[in-house]
């Protein structure tokens, strides 16, 4: 019975040290505080065994030392060995000196051996779930592909390549996602909880930083650090905006971005199932920033409130529905995207704009970029642009004071003619 004990220890270390999720000089530490544990319990002292565990056996060996004293002066017999039983074992020991011999653990009995099992698994069991929650606490804000496992009404259990359990709630998937048990699911590592030292990781993939991941991997200037997102806001299986911007001016980072015919763009729209995705590029031009986030509408004019960050979006007829969008998303997410409350007006004041002009028809006076930024943040005509104060036109298209008197005096000229 003794000898299969002893087999069914090397058995179950031999299966410690598999784990794959515990460091391996850790988990032989604790297997040697276990064993000393036991060894006190029984002699009173552990301070002369040697435990030597060998991992690539899943073995493990117990040397007692005791020193040779005559023998009617063995007081501690854990501690000292007669001559003449020393001289059993080699009959060349004297007194004084030290004797190693081999223990057999199983002489500690059934119950002392189980209590050992009983308090290693509690220890391995206790190292995994702090390593879990030390890798997965790492490894928040990345994404991690596992296959699903069981699919409940509120969540997803998933399985990691090490067999660690993930969790996808049902409010962190998109609400178009659809698995099969044993399908490869990626995500984002929203939260890492550790309630009780009970390790729970929680994973998203409704979370924008889920998006700017997967941006990251399809697009080698986000990855290289050329391109940067500064903003992203999403409605999960509809629609999102990105604000991307570059460090290089040789660098569309919109076109680089979307990658040539889409190609970039549609992976990351394929595995958010068909959501559509705008890339502006950024400024911190609030009025600009703000009609690019309203693409593809085009403004007329907009009117700010910094106090309350709020914007008056005035735009043609024409133009509202798309400025709003279907269902509202397009102007949810560009108050989303540039934390303005927007405020849509339509501007049908006609029969002013029937004396008016519009921009591009001072190509000839007025320079072609000019004339673009001018209209990328509201101002088609000449009476827009004449209408705001020349310090909100400064102040809105970074433009030279000299490069907007000028542009002021030819198209004041032209209506006082």
């Given at each position: 019975?003794?000898?299969?004990?002893?087999?069914?220890?090397?058995?179950i270390?031999?299966?410690?040290?598999?784990?794959?999720n515990?460091?391996?000089s850790?988990?032989i530490?604790?297997?040697?505080?276990?064993?000393r544990?036991?060894?006190?319990?029984?002699f009173g002292?552990?301070?002369?065994?040697?435990?030597?565990?060998?991992?690539?056996?899943?073995?493990?060996?117990?040397?007692?030392?005791r020193?040779?004293?005559?023998?009617?002066?063995?007081e501690?017999?854990?501690?000292?060995?007669?001559?003449?039983e020393a001289?059993?074992i080699?009959?060349d020991y004297?007194?004084?000196?030290?004797?190693?011999d081999?223990?057999?653990?199983?002489?500690?009995g059934r119950r002392?051996?189980?209590?050992?099992?009983q308090?290693?698994?509690?220890?391995?069991?206790?190292?995994?779930k702090?390593?879990?929650?030390?890798?997965?606490?790492?490894?928040?804000?990345?994404?991690v592909?596992a296959?699903?496992?069981?699919?409940?009404?509120?969540?997803?259990?998933?399985?990691?390549?090490d067999g660690?359990e993930?969790?996808?709630p049902?409010?962190?998937?998109?609400?178009?996602d659809?698995?099969?048990?044993?399908?490869?699911v990626?995500?984002?590592?929203?939260?890492?909880?550790?309630?009780?030292?009970?390790p729970?990781?929680?994973?998203?993939?409704?979370?924008?930083?889920?998006?700017?991941r997967?941006?990251?991997?399809?697009?080698?200037?986000?990855?290289?650090g050329?391109?940067?997102?500064?903003?992203?806001a999403?409605?999960?299986?509809?629609r999102?905006?990105?604000?991307?911007?570059?460090?290089d001016?040789?660098v569309?980072?919109?076109?680089a971005c979307?990658?040539?015919?889409?190609?970039?763009?549609h992976g990351?729209?394929?595995?958010?199932r068909?959501?559509?995705?705008?890339?502006?590029?950024?400024t911190?031009?609030?009025?600009l920033f703000?009609?690019?986030?309203?693409?593809?509408a085009?403004?007329?004019?907009?009117r700010?409130n910094?106090?309350?960050?709020?914007?008056?979006?005035y735009?043609?007829?024409?133009e509202?529905?798309?400025?709003?969008?279907?269902?509202?998303?397009n102007?949810?997410?560009?108050?989303m995207?540039?934390g303005?409350?927007?405020?849509?007006?339509?501007?049908?004041?006609?029969s002013?704009y029937e004396?008016?002009?519009?921009?591009?028809?001072f190509?000839?006076?007025?320079d072609?970029?000019?004339?673009?930024?001018?209209k990328?943040?509201?101002?088609d005509?000449?009476?827009?642009?004449?209408?705001v104060?020349?310090?909100?036109?400064?102040?809105?298209?970074?433009?030279?004071?000299?490069?907007?008197?000028?542009?002021?005096?030819?198209?004041k000229?032209?209506?006082?003619?």
């Amino acid at each position: 019975m003794a000898k299969k004990e002893h087999t069914n220890l090397v058995d179950i270390f031999s299966d410690f040290l598999d784990k794959k999720n515990i460091d391996r000089s850790t988990l032989i530490s604790v297997m040697e505080e276990s064993f000393r544990n036991v060894i006190a319990k029984n002699f009173g002292t552990d301070e002369n065994f040697d435990i030597i565990i060998n991992p690539d056996k899943g073995d493990f060996e117990i040397y007692r030392n005791r020193t040779v004293v005559p023998d009617d002066e063995v007081e501690n017999k854990n501690m000292e060995i007669g001559l003449s039983e020393a001289q059993k074992i080699d009959e060349d020991y004297e007194v004084g000196e030290e004797v190693t011999d081999t223990l057999d653990f199983s002489i500690f009995g059934r119950r002392s051996i189980l209590t050992l099992r009983q308090t290693l698994a509690s220890k391995i069991l206790e190292l995994q779930k702090d390593s879990l929650f030390v890798k997965y606490s790492e490894k928040v804000g990345e994404i991690v592909s596992a296959e699903l496992y069981q699919i409940w009404k509120k969540e997803m259990l998933l399985m990691d390549e090490d067999g660690n359990e993930l969790y996808l709630p049902k409010s962190e998937q998109i609400p178009t996602d659809f698995y099969r048990k044993g399908e490869t699911v990626r995500a984002v590592v929203a939260v890492v909880e550790n309630k009780n030292n009970n390790p729970k990781i929680i994973l998203s993939r409704t979370s924008p930083v889920f998006l700017q991941r997967l941006f990251e991997l399809e697009v080698p200037e986000i990855h290289d650090g050329l391109i940067t997102i500064k903003k992203i806001a999403r409605i999960p299986g509809e629609r999102a905006k990105v604000a991307v911007e570059s460090y290089d001016e040789r660098v569309d980072p919109v076109g680089a971005c979307v990658g040539v015919k889409g190609v970039r763009i549609h992976g990351i729209v394929r595995e958010l199932r068909n959501e559509n995705i705008d890339v502006i590029n950024y400024t911190n031009n609030t009025s600009l920033f703000i009609a690019r986030a309203l693409s593809p509408a085009k403004i007329t004019s907009i009117r700010l409130n910094e106090d309350d960050k709020r914007a008056e979006i005035y735009l043609k007829p024409e133009e509202v529905s798309q400025a709003i969008g279907k269902g509202g998303l397009n102007i949810k997410l560009a108050s989303m995207l540039t934390g303005y409350n927007l405020d849509v007006f339509r501007d049908i004041d006609e029969s002013e704009y029937e004396e008016d002009i519009y921009l591009d028809e001072f190509s000839d006076e007025i320079d072609q970029w000019v004339i673009d930024t001018l209209k990328a943040i509201g101002y088609d005509t000449a009476k827009s642009v004449l209408s705001v104060p020349r310090e909100d036109l400064i102040h809105r298209t970074d433009f030279e004071e000299e490069t907007i008197d000028e542009v002021l005096a030819i198209l004041k000229e032209e209506f006082e003619d």
